[in-house]
Every structure is written in structure tokens, then in C-alpha cells.
């Protein structure tokens, strides 16, 4: 589920308490929290609504100056409408986690183990190189990155997310970079000599 930034704006100042959404089935779950560039919002209720049920007070707490500004919102895409109560549910645990350069050997090993595993799941090892690549080229468009590793732009950028999601990497505005604990790994004496490249 993605947010627009009026969206996300609203719900980091507690102006924003409900989305809605057409779908042709519930997409998140209640208890659902989704990492944005605010941090985590929660899916606190999933109910699916009927257009004409919306009054003022939900368009409002959608973020629309009324019910009428919020059927002008609304296109006719198929599927239900869905009205979701979201918060914000505090800081994206990743940044924490990044930024932490100080890990035992232990952490380090499993780190490198979890990294052996999705290598081990794909046609070529593929962590160590894109890592690599990252530490090397700060701020390079992910299109380039892409190209230089003989990849799909896509599928290239969901590697990357699957390393961010270990705090291994940083988004920037423009690329990527190496975190702190990331450039832990990659230094680590206790780690895997495959890094020290």
C-alpha cells in the first residue's frame, strides 16, 4: 500500500486518520505496519465502505476540505472502496539499525550467514557484489548500478531493498550508499573473507 505525500504529511502531523482506497479485495490487514519515508504507519481499521456512507468528518480526517472534495478525488477504477484508519506508529526500525557500526563476531557470522542464504537462493552470489558496488558508487543513479551488474532496473532496486531491510544500505535522493553497519560488515575481520575486496 502506498501513500502520497499529502497523505503522508497528514498522517505525521495527526491531521490524517483515514485513506481510502479502491480494491478488488483488502490488500493489508489490520495491525499492518508499512514502512514510508515518515517512518511506520499502522493499519488500525480496514472497513469496506459503500461511497455514500463517507460523511464530512471521515473526508475530513482523510485530509479533504469536505465530502464533496472527496468524491472529486474519487475515479472509477473497479473494485470496493475501502476506508482505512492508519497512524503514525513511530521511526522506521531500519535507521536505528543502519546506523549501528558496533556489532560482535557473532552478529557479524549470523549477518553473513543471512547473506550466504540469499545468495544460495539466487542463479549467482549477488549480496557481496551489490554491496560493493553501492560502497563504491554513492549516489548513482540505481539505473547505472543496474546496467553495471547486467540487471533489470527493478529487479535490481528490489535486491537493493532487501538489503536496506538488513540496515546495510541508505537511500538517497539520487542512488544509494553504504551504511554504518554496512561498512562494518565489509570490514569485519570476523567476516567472510569474500568482502575484503
Known sequence: MLFDKRELSGIEAGEISLVFRTWRGPRVRVGTKLRTSIGLVEVVDLIQVDVVEVTDDEAQSAGFADRSAFEGWLDDRPGELYRIGVRH???????????????????????????????????????????????????????????????????????????????????????????????????????DSAWET
Do not use: C, H, Q
Open 89 to 191: 506508529a513511530g521511526p522506521d526500525p531500519r535507521v536505528a539499525l543502519r546506523a549501528r557500526a558496533e556489532m560482535t563476531p557473532g552478529e557479524i557470522a549470523e549477518l553473513a550467514a543471512r547473506l550466504d542464504r540469499m545468495d544460495a537462493r539466487a542463479e549467482r552470489p549477488w549480496t557481496r557484489e551489490t554491496l560493493r558496488l553501492i560502497r563504491d558508487n554513492p549516489s548513482r543513479v540505481s539505473t547505472e548500478l543496474a546496467e553495471a551488474m547486467g540487471l533489470e532496473r527493478k529487479y535490481f532496486k528490489n535486491r537493493v531493498r532487501r538489503l536496506k531491510g538488513l540496515g546495510l544500505t541508505e537511500s538517497l535522493e539520487v542512488g544509494y550508499r553504504i551504511s554504518p553497519r554496512g561498512e562494518a560488515l565489509l570490514w569485519a575481520p570476523e567476516s
